[in-house]
């Protein structure tokens, strides 16, 4: 019987075992959630996504008198009833009519098309842009606060204190109501800014303490050694420990920029055209809720899980050096 367990125990720990058993597992979840949604009687237009992503434009040249269409080297001359001329490049263009017909104010003499991002890529760029934007202000208000509260002095440290005790202690969304109402009002700030602020301030508060415990992580000796080289306060802060505390702390700063990226959906709510609003603007005009939020979560699994190999091959790569 012992002999059976430990044969079943190893079968199960084999990697090609454990692979086959999770795709059946994912398959089986994405059966029963089929069933359960054809159940509802929903109608699927997964074919409407793609023009979401990019579309085709139609630009047109238009009439802007009643008169005689003539088409001569890659030109059309519109001789309007009052005689005038009127002239147009049309090279790289479709005409919709032949040369001498007779044609009215606004008719369509010709038109082009432009491929052109559409509202899930442009608002998957201001996601990135907002988010990107944010956390390098929330890593420069972090590292200050994380200098602040270790800086030995009673009134920095709990300046840093009070701000990392306030902003972790109140929900994200009810900052951003009172940055974008209050704050942004008074100093006449975009709601763009405002949202980035938000998310900067924020994030700035667990960055500082995330900081402060790597840097008090390096040994003193490190200091130590430092000072007896004759570095200043500033050299080894920037030279020494900084480069050490940041590779024990990667993994946790990949960590908070995810989390900032789920995060920054928040900002739709003030009217920002990120990729949730596209969401709900798209949900709106089709009503079709399954499809659109299934494609919105997939574009932010795709950035965060970027993001996750990128910061696992930094850290890997840190690990060799020994720091930045």
């Known amino acids: 019987m012992a002999k059976k367990s430990t044969m079943r125990s190893s079968i199960l720990k084999k990697k090609s075992i454990g ?17 359960a949604a054809s159940k509802i009687n929903y109608n699927w237009k997964w074919d409407m996504i793609p023009k979401y992503f990019v579309y085709e434009k139609k630009i047109p040249i238009t009439s802007p008198c009643d008169g005689k269409l003539s088409i001569k080297d890659n030109k059309a001359i519109i001789i309007c009833e009052d005689k005038s001329k009127k002239e147009f490049n049309i090279n790289g263009y479709k005409l919709e009519f032949k040369n001498g017909d007779y044609i009215y104010q606004d008719d369509e003499i010709a038109y082009k098309t432009k491929i052109e991002p559409g509202p899930f890529l442009l608002g998957l760029w201001i996601t990135i842009k907002i988010s990107f934007i944010s956390m390098f202000f929330a890593f420069i208000i972090g590292l200050i606060i994380a200098i602040l509260r270790l800086s030995g ?9 009070v701000y990392v005790t306030v902003i972790r202690g109140t929900p994200l ?9 209050i704050i942004a009002t008074i100093f006449n700030m975009p ?26 992580s390096i040994d003193k000796g490190q200091h130590e050694a430092a000072k007896s080289l004759g570095f200043n306060a500033f050299q080894r802060m920037w030279y020494i420990i900084l ?13 908070e920029l995810i989390s900032l990226i789920k995060d920054s959906s928040l900002v739709s709510i003030i009217s920002i055209t990120d990729l949730t609003k596209v969401g709900r603007e798209i949900v709106a005009n089709t009503f079709s809720p399954f499809e659109t939020w299934l494609t919105v979560a997939a574009l932010y699994l795709m950035l965060t899980s970027i993001l996750s190999f990128i ?7 840190m690990k060799l050096k020994g720091g930045f």
């Open 173 to 181: 969304l009810v900052q951003l109501f009172i940055f974008y109402f």
């Open 153 to 161: 002095i009673p009134a920095l440290n709990y300046i840093g204190s």
């Open 191 to 216: 709601r763009f800014w405002a949202g980035v602020m938000s998310l900067s301030i924020f994030y700035g508060a667990y960055i500082a303490e995330i900081l402060r415990g790597a840097i008090q």
């Open 19 to 35: 692979i086959a058993l999770t795709i059946l597992f994912y398959l089986f979840l994405a059966f029963f959630l089929y069933q």
């Open 311 to 317: 910061g696992h091959k930094l850290e890997k790569r």
């Open 243 to 255: 480069p050490q505390a940041l590779r024990k702390a990667l993994p946790a700063l990949v960590g």
